[in-house]
T-cell receptor, first 109, second 115 residues
Framework: RKEVEQDPGPFNVPEGATVAFNCTYS??????FFWYRQDCRKEPKLLMS???SGNEDGRFTAQLNRASQYISLLIRDSKLSDSATYLC??????????FGRGTSLIVHP | EAGVAQSPRYKIIEKRQSVAFWCNPI?????LYWYQQILGQGPKLLIQ????????DSQLPKDRFSAERLKGVDSTLKIQPAKLEDSAVYLC?????????????FGEGSWLTVV
């Protein structure tokens, strides 16, 4: 089993839709969780950290479920500019960050 | 504030040749990472430095890849000899440190094509 798993997609949604991605991780001792965004042929950039109680940043909501070992990202009111690859990142007790393969989102008019 | 600088941006080499990539992290960042990203995949950590010490290099193919960060600032990643499957983007990244530096900042990457 891979350390961090994501459905590669693509998720193809219309503007204004709500879309959710999940990411599962195998190491129960993992301590820090993040979502990064990567545009085509660009470097990854931090979208948001994921906190145990869940957190929201505008149209984006991140959740952590430690019991089932997954994190989620919810995007409301999708915009064309949200089209990108969303990378899940998990950091264990050794402080080594592991990236998932990413989930591709395509938002169409 | 200057970001993570990498060079060269693009490189095409023949298999069995060697190549070197350079990275200068954000000033004051103690932790430096080299990731390999093959098209359609997520970034794979090759090596992680804390200052000039290696934190993890378990996925670095040591028979052909080497990396150093001698003075704890900039770093070089070398591949010798290159194979076709080394074609990828090599991303250098840095963070403040292991404990506090949750945000990882990436450079634009060095795109390698091995023919």
């Amino acid at each position: 089993r891979k350390e961090v798993e994501q459905d590669p997609g693509p998720f193809n949604v219309p503007e204004g839709a709500t879309v959710a991605f999940n990411c599962t991780y195998s190491n129960s001792a993992s301590q820090s969780f993040f979502w990064y965004r990567q545009d085509c042929r660009k470097e990854p950039k931090l979208l948001m950290s994921v906190y145990s109680s869940g957190n929201e940043d505008g149209r984006f909501t991140a959740q952590l479920n430690r019991a089932s070992q997954y994190i989620s990202l919810l995007i409301r009111d999708s915009k064309l500019s949200d089209s990108a690859t969303y990378l899940c990142v998990v950091k264990g007790g050794s402080y080594i960050p592991t990236f998932g393969r990413g989930t591709s989102l395509i938002v169409h008019p | 504030e200057a970001g993570v600088a990498q060079s060269p941006r693009y490189k095409i080499i023949e298999k069995r040749q060697s190549v070197a990539f350079w990275c200068n992290p954000i000033s004051g960042h103690a932790t430096l990472y080299w990731y390999q990203q093959i098209l359609g995949q997520g970034p794979k950590l090759l090596i992680q430095f804390q200052n000039n010490g290696v934190v993890d290099d378990s996925q670095l193919p040591k028979d052909r890849f080497s990396a150093e960060r001698l003075k704890g600032v900039d770093s070089t990643l070398k591949i010798q000899p290159a194979k076709l499957e080394d074609s990828a983007v090599y991303l250098c990244a840095s963070s403040l440190d292991l404990l506090r530096g949750n945000t990882i900042y990436f450079g634009e990457g060095s795109w390698l094509t091995v023919v």
